[in-house]
T-cell receptor
Framework: AQSVTQPDIHITVSEGASLELRCNYS??????LFWYVQSPGQGLQLLLK??????LVQGIKGFEAEFKRSQSSFNLRKPSVHWSDAAEYFC????????????FGTGTQLKVEL | EAGVAQSPRYKIIEKRQSVAFWCNPI?????LYWYQQILGQGPKLLIQ????????DSQLPKDRFSAERLKGVDSTLKIQPAKLEDSAVYLC??????????????FGPGTRLTVL
């Protein structure tokens, strides 16, 4: 069964600084990979997804993620963080042929200092 | 386009009571999911419907949880009787036709359940 590890529970960055959130997965083949964001009291919103092809994926709100097969990683990055980016971020793995079932990591809480 | 609707947004009950949550997916979305999100954890899939049929309920505690999606549109998730460990946010999501991967899941705002 696949699993997802987000090693950072909390991260604090200053507004305007760069951001990288880590995600490692465990799966026998190349999975489908997703990043979601959850603001307080809101549902999850999809930021970006990777299925195949170019390993650098662009998403909404200026986010990007890079799939590195050798490291089983799919880290999320943003060059300049805005105060409105403060939220919880979840990495998720989808199993090809698994009927769109997603397995989520435990999340990383992002705090942005002004 | 209206998003996924859920009600109630908050519910407080005592252990051993029963509770029900309602979800109305995005119009035309064939697939509906219920997730449980315990504080400090990521969402965990409880059950997945394709139209009004169950695709996956392997992680649904069937001794106390039940779900239905009559007519393949809205859905109800029930807990009876509730335990303290059921305190969580229950998220509903829907995705367009088919259970094929690649269909984005659209999430509702969730129902926060507190069991005392």
């Amino acid at each position: 069964a696949q699993s997802v590890t987000q090693p950072d529970i909390h991260i604090t960055v200053s507004e305007g600084a760069s951001l990288e959130l880590r995600c490692n997965y465990s799966y026998g083949a190349t999975p489908y990979l997703f990043w979601y964001v959850q603001s307080p009291g809101q549902g999850l919103q999809l930021l970006l997804k990777y299925f195949s092809g170019d390993t650098l994926v662009q998403g909404i709100k200026g986010f990007e993620a890079e799939f590195k097969r050798s490291q089983s990683s799919f880290n999320l990055r943003k060059p300049s963080v805005h105060w409105s980016d403060a939220a919880e971020y979840f990495c998720a793995v989808g199993e090809p042929g698994g009927g769109n079932k997603l397995t989520f990591g435990t999340g990383t809480q992002l705090k942005v200092e002004l | 386009e209206a998003g996924v609707a859920q009600s109630p947004r908050y519910k407080i009950i005592e252990k051993r009571q029963s509770v029900a949550f309602w979800c109305n997916p995005i119009s035309g979305h064939a697939t509906l999911y219920w997730y449980q999100q315990i504080l400090g954890q990521g969402p965990k899939l409880l059950i997945q419907f394709q139209n009004n049929g169950v695709v996956d309920d392997s992680q649904l505690p069937k001794d106390r949880f039940s779900a239905e999606r009559l007519k393949g549109v809205d859905s109800t998730l029930k807990i009876q009787p509730a335990k303290l460990e059921d305190s969580a946010v229950y998220l509903c999501a829907s995705s367009p036709s088919g259970a094929g991967l690649g269909n984005e899941q659209f999430f509702g705002p969730g129902t926060r359940l507190t069991v005392l």
